[in-house]
């Protein structure tokens, strides 16, 4: 719920006016605001989750979920694959794309981003890049750009909502 009317559309317009494009992530990592990687595959991996009822009888649950693998762009100077794996799963199979496909992310601002630096564009680092989606060739999806503005929009107007709370900013 937007409590600042003003500040909120202030947000809006600085954001909207940052240039943001689209780009593949490239040996040097992620090279615009959204960054499509390529999905080369899904890991299936299995994890065991153990638990104890109420009488303390422990059980065992085994679950398989798919991990996406994606093409390693990320500058490490090691070209193969990249994926997540938890220390207690293991991989039990490699699955590849019904199509190419591409996950999407986002870079997201940091935390101690201020409207005025995003306003005179005088920021250069970011935080983490958010997944967004996947991209199948050939279907509809969403428009990016747009999806990371709102969120972008999101994250600035707390921030600042935080800093005129504490007096940071003023009014």
């Known amino acids: 719920m937007v409590e600042d009317e003003q500040l909120y559309n202030e947000v809006r317009e600085v ?3 940052i240039p943001m494009k689209i780009g593949f992530e490239n040996i040097d990592g992620i090279s615009e605001y959204v960054t499509k990687r390529v999905l080369v595959g899904y890991a299936i991996v299995r994890y065991i989750v153990k638990e ?5 009888r422990e059980y065992t649950k085994t679950f398989v979920k798919s991990n996406p693998v994606y093409q390693d762009g990320s500058g490490s100077n090691t070209y193969g694959v990249d994926t997540n794996i ?3 799963e293991t991989v039990i199979g490699v699955v590849q794309p019904t199509r190419p496909t591409y996950g999407i992310f ?16 005088s920021f250069s680092h970011f935080g983490e890049d958010m997944f967004l989606g996947f991209e199948y060739e050939g279907t509809e999806h969403p428009e990016w750009i747009s999806m990371l503005r709102e969120k972008w929009i999101e994250i600035i107007y707390e ?6 709370l504490w007096g940071e900013v003023k009014g």
């Open 15 to 17: 954001v909207s006016a």
């Open 52 to 56: 104890k009822e109420l009488d303390n």
């Open 86 to 88: 938890e220390n207690e």
């Open 106 to 121: 986002g870079l997201m601002p940091l935390d101690d981003l201020s409207l005025e630096q995003l306003a005179s564009l």
């Open 159 to 164: 921030h600042e909502k935080e800093r005129e």
